[in-house]
């Protein structure tokens, strides 16, 4: 069995935000009808959580958490080392109902932003409104970061967790690095 | 910049999180139809100074495809609206009569 890594082995950058890549954890993306108790059930039972998030939220965290992605989309998070026995459960707890669930851990990168101004590092690359009074601890947008698709959320003060594809991992790292550059504060929120 | 609202997620979404899908409420002819009503269907196309309804993509977000009616000219947005429907919504038709008296477009006015 050849060893796992994260996209980019954890590296990591000090700005007037730090921006780390957080290497590797479990993604499941489910696909189904989000109204369905039995299917809700399931999911917050893999996860950890109380309730599956609402429009554009997050519930819980990177270690066991559900993020929004679409009327009929989601991100499940588990840990990386318990992916596969997590999609093996979903599957056998939801069998013959309709819903597909799919390991794309590996297919993913994920980053962390941490720090004074971490909103604005976003702000600069993402058209989204991350004023304070817009965008609150566990508000979730999937969007695009310059030139790329990526979904983040806000963990708590200070904090954001960002999502993209793997292969586009070197070119989110470097975005958000720039946009965290020491001399790059903007001071608007 | 063209901002449109997702009616799916909610989002206040700007142009560069969408993509255009070209004109909406088209209905395809496709094998055993007739030349002309296949040409019609491939290429005859609404160019309208004015009111115009189209499809368009959430692509940088949930991904969903919807319906927005918007002014070519003045890129007024009169709505957006799910896109399982192959016909406008009457209020938003009552919303464009009231903005544009006398508008017409294919067989809605
Ligand atoms: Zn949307």
Redesign the pocket.
Known sequence: MSEAISVLAGANTEGFCRVSELGLHGMITVRGDLSNADLAKALCAVAGVDALPEVRKMVGGLEGGIAWM?PDELMVFVPYAQVVDKVDELNSTLAGSHFLAVNVSDARAVFGIDGAGAREVIAKVAPVDMSPEAFTTGDLRRTRIAQVAAAFWMAGDDSFRLICFRSVGDYAFKLLSVSAAKGGEVGYF | MLTLQ?P??G?M?EETELSAGGEAHLKRFGPGSSDADFETYMFMRENPKGVHFERWR?AN????WFHAARCTVTLEVFGTYTAQTSVPPAELLETIRAARPGFKWREFE
């Open positions: 679409s | 997702c799916y997620c989002v979404a959430h977000g949930c991904g969903k």
